[in-house]
């Protein structure tokens, strides 16, 4: 890529921490956690995911809320408990499986989703802002490639 580094990655014995995919990635991870936490103090940006999910698919067993979320079992049972504290989705046992568990957004987790999701765009492209409209593309493309 012009204007980038030689790379430590064709240097196979020489390890810069900087240079390194999943340090860079955390960094910019704690940069978009820090602008999201300062917009939208009501839920984390994992608890925000699964708002948006719900907004958009309906109710949805908790296991694929977690596979469509990009959550683990464990995670997504945290999250989906602490949601359900706030008030801001139901839980049910499904009635043609009681092992199932239905996760249902609520009229509060609605109205704050759409309260907030103007909010959840604009820290988006504050998260972006460094970037230029073509590299902002290309990021999300190859971020997609990787995911």
Known sequence: MEGYPESTMDKPHRYSLDEQ???????????????FSEAIPEVTTTQFAVLARLAETGPVSQNHLGRSTAMDAATIKGVVDRLAKLGLVGTAADPDDRRRLTVTLTAEGAELFEARKATALAISRDTLAPLDPAERSVLMALLTRLA
Do not use: E, F, M, P
């Open 21 to 35: 995919i999943g340090y860079v990635l955390r960094r910019v991870t704690q940069r978009h956690l820090s602008i």
